[in-house]
């Protein structure tokens, strides 16, 4: 997970709202707004201020969603499979074989998933499905 910016300020609003539903369970948040406004910036301060709550990992996804070759998400699955089970993992080619295997190494653990710059829903709904909610949005 890289560092959040040092020289953030501001949306202390946002990062209360989004604390305070952590607090209360929440699992899943998402942030939407224009690009170049900060929500890397403040995905980062509040993934810095979760980390403990997540003991078994912290991965940082860049999906790359404005690009004209978006990261597919069988491939952010082999991402995240690899980084919980080395470099040299083989996977499954076929697509559900991958979506069971990505379900099972994060099944039962405490791992927050920032996803950076996601095109649209179907980008990421597939490496949401391991866990028990759907996303929450916050515009800012």
Same mark, same amino acid.
């Given at each position: 997970?890289?560092?959040?910016?040092?020289?953030?300020?501001?949306? *202390? *609003?946002?990062?209360?709202?989004?604390?305070?539903?952590?607090? @209360? /369970?929440?699992?899943?948040? /998402? #942030?939407?707004?224009?690009?170049?406004?900060?929500?890397?910036?403040?995905?980062?301060? !509040?993934?810095?201020?979760?980390? +403990?709550?997540?003991?078994?990992?912290?991965?940082?996804?860049?999906?790359?969603?404005?690009?004209?070759?978006? #990261?597919?998400?069988?491939?952010?699955?082999?991402?995240?499979?690899?980084?919980?089970?080395?470099?040299?993992? @083989?996977?499954?080619?076929?697509? +559900? *074989?991958?979506?069971? #295997?990505? +379900?099972?190494? !994060?099944?039962?653990?405490?791992?927050?998933?920032?996803?950076?710059?996601?095109?649209?829903? @179907?980008?990421?709904?597939?490496?949401?499905?391991?866990?028990? @909610?759907?996303?929450?949005?916050?515009?800012?």
């Amino acid at each position: 997970m890289p560092k959040p910016p040092e020289d953030f300020t501001g949306r *202390e *609003e946002e990062l209360e709202e989004i604390l305070k539903a952590f607090n @209360r /369970g929440a699992t899943i948040t /998402g #942030l939407r707004g224009a690009g170049g406004i900060g929500k890397t910036a403040l995905a980062l301060v !509040l993934a810095d201020r979760l980390m +403990n709550r997540f003991r078994d990992g912290q991965i940082f996804l860049k999906l790359e969603g404005t690009s004209p070759n978006p #990261l597919k998400p069988a491939d952010a699955m082999a991402q995240v499979i690899r980084a919980f089970r080395g470099a040299e993992e @083989r996977l499954p080619e076929d697509q +559900n *074989e991958l979506h069971g #295997l990505y +379900n099972s190494v !994060l099944g039962g653990k405490h791992v927050l998933l920032l996803l950076d710059n996601a095109a649209n829903d @179907r980008q990421v709904l597939p490496l949401l499905r391991w866990g028990l @909610r759907r996303p929450g949005h916050i515009k800012i």
